[in-house]
């Protein structure tokens, strides 16, 4: 079965740091961009950053650039964004998607880690 699997949310003061993984199975991450999407409570899903098969990343917010980075261990067939800084507005779902590059159609969605930033 393909399918990503998110870990790593949890519970984290403002200014904390976490660092959540994407682990593939049933396909090679090597050759797919990884884009990194957060849902806020009562709000839509936004991409915060994607990293391409080459390493390239890109952001698609301001509020990541700077305190988001993205990154992929291949052996491990695993994508992690390390995220610095943590503010309350960063609570959401994280989750994970997979696609032939960074522009591509969305081909495998993960179903999604909680991270809750208290003040």
């Known amino acids: 079965e393909v399918q990503l699997v998110e870990s790593g949310g949890g519970s984290v003061q403002a200014g904390g740091s976490l660092r959540l993984s994407c682990a593939a199975s049933?396909?090679?991450?090597?050759?797919?961009?990884i884009t990194w999407f957060r849902q806020a409570p009562g709000q839509e899903r936004e991409g915060l950053s994607c990293i391409e098969s080459t390493d390239d990343i890109a952001y698609y917010t301001d509020s990541a650039k700077g305190r988001f980075t993205p990154s992929r261990d291949n052996p491990k067939n695993t994508v992690y964004l390390q995220m610095n800084r943590l503010r309350a507005e960063d609570t959401g779902v994280y989750s994970c998607?997979?696609?032939?590059?960074?522009?591509?159609?969305?081909?495998?969605w993960g179903q999604g880690t909680l991270v809750t930033v208290s003040t």
């Open positions: 049933g396909f090679t991450l090597d050759y797919y961009a």
């Open positions: 998607t997979a696609s032939l590059e960074c522009s591509g159609d969305l081909e495998v």
